[in-house]
Nanobody, 118 residues
Framework: QVQLVESGGGLVQPGGSLRLSCSTS????????MGWYRQAPGEQRELVTT???????KYVDSVKGRFTISRDNAKNTVYLQMNNLRPEDTAAYYC????????????WGQGTQVTVSS
């Protein structure tokens, strides 16, 4: 059974930091592209960042220089370090695992809420 479990969300003031974690089980973590998505109320889910199996990263422009994605293949976990948070970063953050080979595999976590407010 595949599980992706996010943690680390919460309420933070503008300019503050949070570190999200996504612990996985049931997949061969090291071969998956891992990603973080977010969805604000009334908005579509958007891709924030991805990290490939060999560590290549991509970020949406709005978080470049503030967010950092990383992965620990030994712990089957992906992280999202978020610094200098802004109110517009407020959203539910979702972990995603995707592998495309002979078949495509795509899994989601349940989400963790990040609220940036004074």
């Amino acid at each position: 059974q595949v599980q992706l479990v996010e943690s680390g969300g919460g309420l933070v003031q503008p300019g503050g930091s949070l570190r999200l974690s996504c612990s996985t089980s049931g997949i061969t973590f090291s071969i998956y592209v891992m990603g973080w998505y977010r969805q604000a109320p009334g908005e579509q889910r958007e891709l924030v960042t991805t990290i490939t199996s060999d560590g290549n990263t991509k970020y949406v422009d709005s978080v470049k220089g503030r967010f950092t994605i990383s992965r620990d293949n030994a712990k089957n976990t992906v992280y999202l370090q978020m610094n200098n948070l802004r109110p517009e970063d407020t959203a539910a953050y979702y972990c995603n695992a995707e592998y495309s080979g002979l078949r495509r595999y795509n899994y989601w976590g349940q989400g963790t809420q990040v609220t940036v407010s004074s």
